[in-house]
């Protein structure tokens, strides 16, 4: 399995002959680039042209983070996984009102069942659980438009975030979810896992056929690809929370492992380190899958997902998102 390699130290990356090399200061590591699949820079890190082609020619992902350990941007090699037929079929289904709705009530469809899924093993949130189930019985068979589907899952995902109170510990209370900027270490750990997400969705979405920039929940805009946006949305709750629970309530993560910039609250370099680990090992982690019947990671269910849109897009088989069973 092609891993991700996370670089949170600052150094460079170059190339000497057939070898790819992290240097930090006089120390110098080699990276098994055959067995690389994404790059995620959190440093300061320098890198040449001739670190970058030779990067590009193993179809590696260079993913850039700012000093807040924030999505700043990526660096896609050339795509060698093309079809314009695919493409022409994916913005027909954008271009579709109806067919763009479905979509995009199934990316909410299977964000709520996650959502849901957590709180089930969770009494202290029993009630939070009902007011969401509630909540979606009644909305979602009255939904006309995009912004209606948005603004149900929007209220959702509030009882959702309300109900973490309930069971993580009080260094870690959230009264309400701040993105711009996260001003305390809950809404930071949020920001991070959710940024982490929509990273490794992208380089998913970059290994098949499908146009990022081309959505249905979100809208298509010039400065994101927001393809990446609507797939992420099944994964947060199913990834990003799981981690943020298990990292918070088995105290990996203290209010230590945390830094203040004026309003800013982040994660400093040891506490990235931390949550780092712990969301690759959930990336890895495997499942039996029911119909394929073989061993199956996260990160290939993230991949399965853009591979049923595709088959969708091209009229094999009806697109339906992953509800995980396990």
């Given amino acids: 399995m092609q891993k991700s390699l996370y670089i949170t130290s600052n150094g460079r990356l170059r190339r000497h002959e057939n070898t790819l090399y992290f240097e930090m200061g006089a120390e110098k590591k080699a990276i098994d680039i055959e067995n690389v699949e994404q790059i995620h820079i959190f440093g300061e890190v320098d890198l040449n042209t001739k670190a970058l082609n030779y990067i590009s020619q193993y179809g590696i992902v260079l993913h850039f983070y700012n000093y807040y350990g924030f999505y700043a941007g990526s660096f896609l090699p050339r795509k060698k996984n093309v079809s314009g037929d695919v493409v022409v079929r994916q913005a027909l289904h954008y271009l579709d009102r109806e067919k763009r709705l479905f979509l ?9 069942y996650h959502m849901m899924r957590n709180l089930r093993e969770r009494k202290e949130a029993e009630a939070y659980l009902i007011a969401i189930e509630d909540e979606w019985e009644k909305g979602r068979f009255n939904i006309s438009s995009i912004s209606e589907l948005m603004g149900l899952e929007g209220r959702i995902r509030n009882i959702y975030y309300q109900s973490f109170n309930q069971f993580l510990p009080e260094d870690f209370s959230m009264e309400k979810r701040e993105k711009r900027p996260p001003t305390n ?5 949020i920001s991070f896992g959710n940024s982490l997400i929509y990273s490794h969705t992208l380089s998913q979405i970059y290994q098949t056929q499908l146009d990022p920039s081309i959505s249905f929940l979100h809208e298509p805009s010039e400065k994101r690809f927001s393809l990446s946006l609507d797939i992420s949305e099944i994964f947060k709750p199913l990834i990003v929370d799981t981690v943020i629970f298990k990292l918070l309530n088995n105290h990996q993560l203290e209010l230590e492992h945390f830094d203040e910039d004026l309003n800013y609250c982040y994660l400093n370099q040891e506490g990235k380190k931390i949550f780092l680990k712990e969301f690759q090992s959930k ?4 499942v039996r899958h029911r119909q394929l019947n073989r061993n199956v990671s996260y990160k290939g269910f993230i991949r399965l997902e853009c591979y049923k849109l595709i088959k969708h897009f091209i009229g094999d088989q009806v ?8």
């Fill in 104 to 112: 995009a009530y199934c990316f909410v469809e299977s964000a709520v």
């Fill in 185 to 189: 270490p809950i809404n930071a750990l």
């Fill in 283 to 286: 990336l890895e982690t495997t």
């Fill in 319 to 326: 697109y339906s998102p992953l509800k995980a069973w396990w």
